[in-house]
């Protein structure tokens, strides 16, 4: 019987693609580019700048540290009113109470990362493009990870079924592209006869979850759900745990648009939630999917289909996914859908029902990759070459003229309309627009200022 395989046997260089080889004191290197790729409490750390998104995460982890603080702090200030109702007193000291025990238990759950040293520079990390996309916080899907292992909605168990549904009984080596804190891959790999399943996600707080429960560690954090069912639950300790997995569950931390495994590493890549949400054309990502399968592996996806980019003609749907992954070096597509329910917290108001798209398609050839994933373009990263005159980069500028020109009118004296009639004045706009333009203007400075206060 043939070997299991093994991890460190699949890993290349998120860089320039070569093997990885094993560190001398822990972790792997490439020695073409001589790079270190650490651990992270134990999961390889596979970023292409490994210093530079250390760096990245370590601020984001700051951030919510902080964020949790100062939503204490305003709490105990909104306290301090007396006339509040007893039922609201206790709801605020309760959810207080969650943000700090929360802080001490994230501090406490991402030390590892927090002690990774020192974050590279900014100029290394804008120099290999390498920058995470500003959106994805360390809390952007923070409630999945109470859906997938403290939730008992039958959601996973959903999900599970259809994926199952279309895998064979042994899918030998697989990847999970996105896997969240993992629930899914866990449930494909106790569920099937796979080799080795993957799971990779650029995330460490939810990776680091995955990992640390599928291995039958506990552990504890706070839901805070956004439409409470009742007081108890504004705020609601979980525990995430799970029978350990059996051998073959490894978690990996890296960027699922470099993913840094050698080609035709895997017989199975799973994408699920992935695809609409990666600032990468479909056609592009599933070249990616491809280079990553051997011949006669098989590419799974499911989630959603509701790609949101500037670019309508990227706004795909199932059917031009479908033709895109025939053009793609892949044969054999089938598809089924189904209503599912999404993010339904037993302890929230909130949730929905999602129509899931899973497909799964047989690689047939290979298709030329395209060049390395790079998510800043030339003139951003030399410094040296013109900025380009984009017409969206024109239209802000001349609305920040016109809003640093009425900022510089708020002297607590002049009305909405006194500004109006300066406007006009200056010939920037007619009187009558301008008292419009200068509210909406105003409505939003208002309310950001309520908010950040
Ligand atoms: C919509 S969530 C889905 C999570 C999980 N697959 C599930 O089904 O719940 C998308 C996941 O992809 C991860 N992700 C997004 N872009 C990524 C990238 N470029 N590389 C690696 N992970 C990424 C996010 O951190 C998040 O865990």
């Given amino acids: 019987m043939a070997d299991a395989p093994e991890l460190a046997d699949l890993l290349a260089c998120p860089r320039c693609d070569a093997a990885l080889a094993p560190a001398q004191d822990e972790g792997f290197e490439c020695r073409g580019c001589q790079v270190h790729y650490p651990l992270l409490d134990g999961l390889p750390f596979l970023f292409s700048a490994p210093r530079a998104s250390l760096g990245e995460w370590q601020a984001r982890v700051h951030h919510e540290l902080r964020r949790l603080e100062a939503r204490a702090e305003k709490i105990e200030s909104e306290l301090l009113d007396k006339e509040l109702l007893p039922l609201t007193r206790e709801r605020l000291e309760q959810v207080r109470d969650a943000c700090r025990d929360q802080h001490a238990k994230l501090a406490a759950l991402m030390a590892p990362l927090l002690a990774g040293g020192e974050p590279a520079t900014r100029e290394t990390y804008i120099a290999l493009r390498t920058r995470l996309p500003s959106d994805q916080g360390l809390n952007t899907y923070y409630q999945n990870v109470h859906r997938d292992w403290a939730w008992a909605?039958?959601?996973?168990?959903?999900?599970?079924?259809?994926?199952?549904?279309?895998?064979?009984?042994?899918?030998?080596?697989?990847?999970?592209?996105?896997?969240?804190?993992?629930?899914?891959?866990?449930?494909?790999?106790?569920?099937?006869?796979?080799?080795?399943?993957?799971?990779?996600?650029?995330?460490?707080?939810?990776?680091?979850?995955?990992?640390?429960?599928?291995?039958?560690?506990?552990?504890?954090?706070?839901?805070?759900?956004?439409?409470?069912?009742?007081?108890?639950?504004?705020?609601?300790?979980?525990?995430?745990?799970?029978?350990?997995?059996?051998?073959?569950?490894e978690f990996v931390l890296g960027d699922a648009l470099r993913a840094p495994f050698?080609?035709?590493?895997?017989?199975?890549?799973?994408?699920?939630?992935?695809?609409?949400?990666?600032?990468?054309?479909?056609?592009?990502?599933?070249?990616?999917?491809?280079?990553?399968?051997?011949?006669?592996?098989?590419?799974?996806?499911?989630?959603?289909?509701?790609?949101?980019?500037?670019?309508?003609?990227?706004?795909?749907?199932?059917?031009?996914?479908?033709?895109?992954?025939?053009?793609?070096?892949?044969?054999?597509?089938?598809?089924?859908?189904?209503?599912?329910?999404?993010?339904?917290?037993?302890?929230?108001?909130?949730?929905?029902?999602?129509?899931?798209?899973?497909?799964?398609?047989?690689?047939?050839?290979?298709?030329?990759?395209?060049?390395?994933?790079?998510?800043?373009?030339?003139?951003?990263?030399?410094?040296?070459?013109?900025?380009?005159?984009?017409?969206?980069?024109?239209?802000?500028?001349?609305?920040?003229r016109i809003y640093a020109f009425v900022m510089g009118l708020i002297d607590g004296q002049r009305s909405i309309a006194d500004m109006a009639r300066l406007l006009e004045a200056q010939k920037l706009m007619a009187q009558q627009e301008a008292e419009g333009v200068i509210r909406d203007f105003m409505i939003r400075m208002y309310e950001d200022s309520r908010r950040s206060s």
């Avoid at 592209?177 to 891959?185: K, V």
């Avoid at 560690?217 to 409470?228: K, T």
């Avoid at 199975?268 to 990553?292: H, S």
Wanted: aromatic fraction near 8%; charged fraction near 25%.
């Fill in 153 to 249: 909605t039958g959601e996973n168990a959903a999900a599970a079924d259809i994926v199952l549904s279309m895998l064979p009984e042994a899918p030998g080596r697989v990847l999970v592209l996105g896997a969240g804190s993992g629930r899914l891959a866990y449930d494909l790999h106790q569920c099937t006869k796979a080799d080795l399943t993957v799971a990779l996600d650029f995330n460490p707080l939810l990776a680091g979850i995955g990992a640390r429960v599928s291995r039958g560690e506990a552990i504890e954090l706070w839901e805070f759900p956004i439409a409470p069912r009742s007081a108890e639950d504004c705020a609601v300790l979980r525990e995430f745990d799970a029978e350990p997995a059996r051998p073959g569950l």
């Fill in 262 to 400: 050698r080609k035709a590493a895997f017989d199975m890549v799973i994408t699920p939630w992935l695809v609409d949400i990666v600032p990468l054309d479909f056609a592009e990502l599933a070249t990616r999917v491809n280079g990553l399968l051997a011949k006669g592996g098989s590419w799974m996806n499911f989630g959603s289909l509701a790609f949101d980019t500037p670019e309508e003609s990227r706004c795909y749907t199932l059917e031009e996914c479908v033709a895109l992954v025939g053009q793609t070096g892949f044969d054999d597509v089938e598809y089924r859908t189904d209503r599912i329910p999404y993010m339904c917290s037993p302890a929230s108001r909130h949730g929905r029902m999602e129509e899931v798209v899973s497909f799964r398609a047989r690689k047939d050839k290979t298709v030329k990759t395209a060049s390395r994933y790079q998510s800043l373009p030339e003139w951003l990263v030399t410094g040296k070459e013109a900025v380009p005159a984009l017409p969206s980069f024109q239209m802000q500028a001349a609305s920040n």
